[in-house]
């Protein structure tokens, strides 16, 4: 499947082609060499900037019938669309057709138009730098050397997780009878054989009431 596709970038209803004098040395091209503008023009019709991929046209077509006028290829570095050096609102453009070119004038009678058609050239001018901008950014090889992490033979891996098979003992619960500080008491020790008769014999001699 084709990638690229043709995509309108502007379109302008009404814009005038004019037949201009040779080119004289260094000097720019004025349009007030052109005759009487608004009279004199070969055509007149619908303008359509088109791009396709990385190409750009400026299509000037029959408002009616769509029938094509001329095609300008529109080349960056190259003078296939040159503004005029006395007005605004008037270009020269280098046609092509069939391996031959030619050079025609073309201008708008709104300056909107002409300020539209010079920004969508613009626009697309940046819209291929970002495009080579982001191409070798992706190009660009990345020279850090990569440590490598992978085990060796032999190599194991230990890991610990917490407490995970370690034995736990629960507290033993505290006893009643100890003490304030932890000590059982001690309990007297029996009574001998002459205390007991002693306890005895002091029984007996109770008297009863």
Known sequence: MDEDYESVLLIIR???VYKIPPRTAARGYRAAEWGD???SF???GRLRVISKGNNCEIRMED???GELFAVCPYEVHSNS???VLDSSR???LKIKSEGRHAFIGMGFQERTDAFDFNVTLQDFVKQLRAEKEAEERAAQVDTTPKKDYSLKDGQTINITIGNVGAKRTRPKPASNSTNNDGLVP???PPPSASQVKQQQHQKQQQPFF
């Open 81 to 83: 669309v040159e503004a």
């Open 37 to 39: 503008l608004g009279t």
């Open 63 to 65: 408002n009616s019938t």
């Open 186 to 188: 001690l309990l007297p």
């Open 42 to 44: 070969l055509w007149k």
């Open 14 to 16: 009404e814009c005038f």
């Open 90 to 92: 008037y270009f020269v």
